[in-house]
């Protein structure tokens, strides 16, 4: 397998419906974007089933929530991000300054009345490390929780050969599997890619993650499991926040015997 960078500007989603790559990495509410637009992308496993997605805050606000930290201060956030739309729908944000979200931790190291978005694998780990006491609110338990890190392929492909689509999801499942038992290999490996991430970091960053991938769920059907229930909560939010006209079909993304 030949494994290509992905990350912010990189078009998976686009890049696997047109056949440039056989498989990639997205997120549930992306891939339910393209099939509403006809993209042939087909979810097979969901590795994060407690989505990382999450607003970070300071220790001393007291905040004991995402509803709190909106009431005042500075809020960096992407908006046209979906779980961005689901906050300011149920919350508002007319009582924070909104301001871009710029990718790392140093205005929040430096102000004590500034949140932003960010991972609950990386960010608060990277604030922590700076001196900063970070409480972190995940955004899935103010109900709006997609998959993460889900693999993707072409329905056309799983038509065509199934047996190759059934041994990657296996294979990707047993490195998940690996990687959670003991992350140290994958860890080294991840440094050489990632100078700027410490070894203690990356130690730390696998623990976070955890939780939000063996959960009792994933415990009962599997890891990478997918629900019928949850796609069609997902699909009916994005809706709702008009960042759908219309749902896709569920069925279609459902592939049985992985």
């Given at each position: 397998?030949?494994?290509?960078?992905?990350?912010?500007?990189?078009?998976?989603?686009?890049?696997?419906a047109?056949?440039?790559?056989?498989?990639?990495?997205?997120g549930?509410?992306?891939?339910?974007?393209?099939?509403?637009?006809?993209?042939?992308?087909?979810?097979?496993?969901?590795?994060?089933?407690?989505?990382?997605?999450?607003?970070?805050?300071h220790?001393?606000?007291?905040?004991?929530?995402?509803?709190?930290?909106?009431?005042?201060?500075?809020?960096?956030?992407?908006?046209?991000?979906?779980?961005?739309?689901?906050?300011?729908?149920?919350?508002?944000?007319d009582?924070?300054?909104?301001?871009?979200?710029?990718?790392g931790?140093?205005?929040?190291?430096?102000?004590?009345?500034?949140?932003?978005?960010?991972?609950?694998?990386?960010?608060?780990i990277?604030?922590?490390?700076k001196?900063?006491?970070?409480?972190?609110?995940?955004?899935a338990?103010?109900?709006?929780?997609?998959?993460?890190?889900?693999v993707?392929?072409?329905?056309?492909?799983?038509?065509?050969n199934?047996?190759?689509?059934?041994?990657?999801?296996?294979?990707?499942?047993?490195?998940?599997r690996?990687?959670?038992?003991?992350?140290?290999?994958?860890?080294?490996?991840?440094a050489?890619?990632?100078?700027?991430?410490?070894a203690?970091?990356?130690?730390?960053a696998?623990?976070?993650?955890?939780?939000?991938?063996?959960?009792?769920?994933?415990?009962?059907?599997?890891?990478?499991?997918?629900?019928?229930?949850?796609?069609?909560?997902?699909?009916?939010?994005?809706?709702?926040?008009?960042?759908?006209?219309?749902?896709?079909?569920?069925?279609?993304?459902?592939?049985?015997?992985?």
């Amino acid at each position: 397998v030949e494994i290509l960078g992905g990350g912010a500007g990189v078009p998976v989603v686009q890049m696997v419906a047109g056949g440039q790559v056989d498989f990639g990495i997205s997120g549930a509410d992306e891939v339910l974007t393209a099939r509403a637009r006809g993209a042939d992308v087909l979810p097979l496993l969901a590795v994060f089933q407690t989505s990382p997605q999450a607003i970070m805050t300071h220790e001393g606000r007291g905040a004991k929530g995402i509803a709190d930290v909106l009431k005042s201060g500075t809020l960096a956030i992407e908006p046209g991000l979906p779980y961005a739309a689901y906050l300011k729908k149920k919350y508002g944000f007319d009582k924070v300054k909104v301001v871009p979200y710029d990718g790392g931790v140093a205005r929040f190291v430096a102000d004590k009345d500034f949140s932003q978005q960010c991972f609950i694998t990386a960010e608060p780990i990277a604030a922590r490390r700076k001196g900063s006491d970070p409480a972190t609110f995940l955004v899935a338990s103010e109900g709006f929780n997609p998959y993460v890190v889900v693999v993707i392929t072409r329905a056309a492909l799983w038509k065509e050969n199934p047996e190759r689509v059934r041994a990657f999801a296996r294979a990707t499942r047993e490195g998940w599997r690996a990687y959670l038992h003991d992350p140290t290999r994958a860890n080294a490996v991840m440094a050489k890619l990632n100078t700027s991430m410490d070894a203690e970091t990356f130690v730390a960053a696998a623990e976070a993650q955890r939780p939000l991938i063996e959960t009792p769920e994933a415990k009962e059907k599997g890891l990478g499991a997918m629900t019928r229930e949850r796609w069609e909560t997902l699909a009916k939010q994005l809706v709702d926040l008009g960042v759908l006209q219309k749902a896709p079909t569920i069925d279609d993304l459902l592939v049985a015997a992985l």
